[in-house]
């Protein structure tokens, strides 16, 4: 079946490091990708997303791209702040799928002055 | 403009209970899904709304569980002889989709089940 892995957590940076978050997918067709985040006490938000392959997906300095040859989306962004500490999820939605999204079981960053 | 909201923000029950959680979408948007978030998990789908109808109920794990859309707003989830294994939050999420490729979920704040 379709599903999302990603990397565990927690990931703990200083601020200023560079972040990748690991993500890959399993899926019988050609999915659109996304990045959701979730920030303490606060309800999910879209952080961005691509629909094909090549396309890159960018917000509030934060960048991933869709590689249909290794199957992933890897979250980057180059210096982080301590407000970027959040559990960020990576999800997929198929093409004629109604909608849904699949969830990987998500990432906790945590930011340190 | 008003997000998606969900009421009530937490709720205990004992094992055995009914309970009824419940779905405000943002004005407008036609498509209502429902989710599932256990501890240190990501949301699992569970139904999803295309106006007053279920177009997708595939993730609801057992007959206990029903959704409802009357009207095509307000959405209720509906969990029947509720078990320890039920504790979860609840998130729910609306769409306006004008096309699969331009739709993003909106999600609400989650209702937080424990079932003691």
């Known amino acids: 079946g379709n599903s999302v892995t990603q990397m565990e957590g927690p990931v703990t940076l200083s601020e200023e490091a560079f972040l990748t978050i690991n993500c890959t997918y399993t899926?019988?067709?050609?999915?659109?990708l996304f990045w959701y985040v979730q920030y303490p006490g606060e309800g999910l938000q879209l952080l961005l997303k691509?629909?094909?392959?090549?396309d890159k997906g960018s917000n509030k300095g934060f960048e991933a791209t869709y590689r249909k040859e290794t199957t992933s989306f890897h979250l980057e962004k180059g210096s982080v702040q301590v407000s970027d500490s959040a559990v960020y999820f990576c999800a997929l939605r198929m093409y004629g799928g109604y909608n849904k999204l699949i969830f990987g079981a998500g990432t906790r960053l945590a930011v340190h002055p | 403009g008003a997000g998606v909201s969900q009421t009530p923000s937490n709720k205990v029950t004992e094992k055995g209970k009914y309970v009824e959680l419940r779905c405000d979408p943002i004005s407008g948007h036609t498509a209502l899904y429902w989710y599932r978030q256990s501890l240190g998990q990501g949301p699992e789908f569970l139904i999803y709304?295309?106006?007053?109808?279920?177009?997708?109920d595939s993730g609801l794990p057992n007959d206990r569980f029903f959704a409802v859309r009357p009207e095509g707003s307000v959405s209720t989830l509906k969990i029947q002889r509720t078990e320890r294994g039920d504790s979860a939050v609840y998130l729910c999420?609306?769409?306006?989709?004008?096309?699969?490729?331009?739709?993003?979920?909106?999600f609400g704040p989650g209702t937080r089940l424990t079932v003691l």
């Open positions: 899926a019988t067709g050609y999915p659109s």
């Open positions: 691509a629909t094909k392959a090549d």
């Open positions: 999420a609306s769409s306006s989709p004008t096309s699969e490729s331009t739709d993003t979920q909106y």
């Open positions: 709304f295309q106006g007053t109808g279920a177009a997708d």
